[in-house]
């Protein structure tokens, strides 16, 4: 029973209602809202209240049985289309996304699109998707990231930060020169000294690495180059030195020791010092530091955070970083996959392989190292099927992993383009401040 049918008595109007939307008036059989219960329109039908009709509608007058919408008349037009034809088209120039909130607030279903619309429904309806995700990652990069440009250069705008501090002036100055390098020429400068300063660390730390860079001592003990050394001490004397004029001069010391990029640059010269007390402490031969040798060759090889350093200075780093932390969920759809696949062709390769005493892959801890390099087409070649059951379970693993790999790398590629485009206008607009 309707709610109509509450307020008065049966009359002929009794088979039609009144929809008033935005002024505009239409009278509507019920036969044919019942083709549609599921809409807005149809749901009112089974109202049995005044309070049941007015959360379906904005108003309603029980005396005319007439229903009011606050809502686009225009749009409506082509809701009464619907009705009739069971079809809906798109509005022209309707936004897609006001043209999808329209047909969800009246219970129309995408389904319900005509075909000579559907195409282009999705397909406005995915570009409107991109640009709200760029708008996204322009307002979430800043503040999440860690690694945009406008967290690590200085730009005149944020300065203000500075205001009410001591040496509020010379603190500003020394700050822009230091993080922002289109500021001056001895900005440029003294960026080009910092990067040349990292690349050779970079390259001392691959010579050391060398063995006929080390000498011997008279006891015929293997020491470093005193050249290396010199090297070393200078590059992480210069670090330390840059690391601590930007901490003196930043606006706000808590937000800066919280940057990532900060962060690798205290992890690239901490070792270093950690490694000196070591030694020291070494040399007293204190009973208690019997590892200390084993806890500097670890520290050592922190140096390689160093290399690091290069995404203050490059672009594409930054985007790569910033790639990875907003495709999260792709990343972790990658693993997933490649994690089932590996599981489930090991366990194939060693029953198939088990009775073959030519085989490697007698076991399968042996069997998962197989299919990861054979997923993943790295394909080392110490392990291999010799069966012909283990070949052709080979040849299915080697697609699967082709195919799994390629599903989420196109959306990551599209992020890590978009990023890198957008670091590239940051960084142009920076070298015109």
Known sequence: MVHGQILRPHSPDDCCITVNVGGFRQRLEHAVLRRFPQTR???????????????????????????????????????????????????????????????????????????????KFYELKEMAEERSWDQRSDDLQPQSSGLSVEDLSASEDNTETFEGSWCAENRRKIWILLENPGHS???????????????????????HSLPDSHEVDPDEERVESPVLTFFETVCVLYFSAEFVLRLAVAPSARKFLCSALNIIDLMSILPFYVTLACGAMDEGENTDLENVGKVVQILRLMRVFRILKLARHSAGLRSLGATLRHSASEIGQLVLFLSVGVSFFSVLIYFAERESKESELQTIPISWWWATISMTTVGYGDTFPVTLTGKLIGTVCIICGLLIVALPITNIFNKFSKFYERQRQIDLKQSFK
């Open 41 to 119: 329109l149809g749901r009112l039908l089974c109202c049995s209240s005044k309070e049941a009709i007015l959360e379906l509608c904005d108003d309603f007058s029980p005396s005319e049985m007439e229903y009011y919408f606050d809502r686009n008349p225009r749009f409506f037009c082509y809701v009464l289309n619907f009705y009739l034809t069971g079809k809906m088209h798109l509005v022209d120039g309707l936004c897609i996304v006001s043209f999808s909130q329209e047909i969800e607030y009246w219970g129309i279903k995408e389904r319900h699109l005509d075909f000579c619309c559907t195409n």
């Open 185 to 207: 020429t001895s900005a440029k400068v003294l960026a080009v000294v910092s990067l040349s300063v990292v690349i050779v660390s970079i390259i001392a730390m691959c010579v």
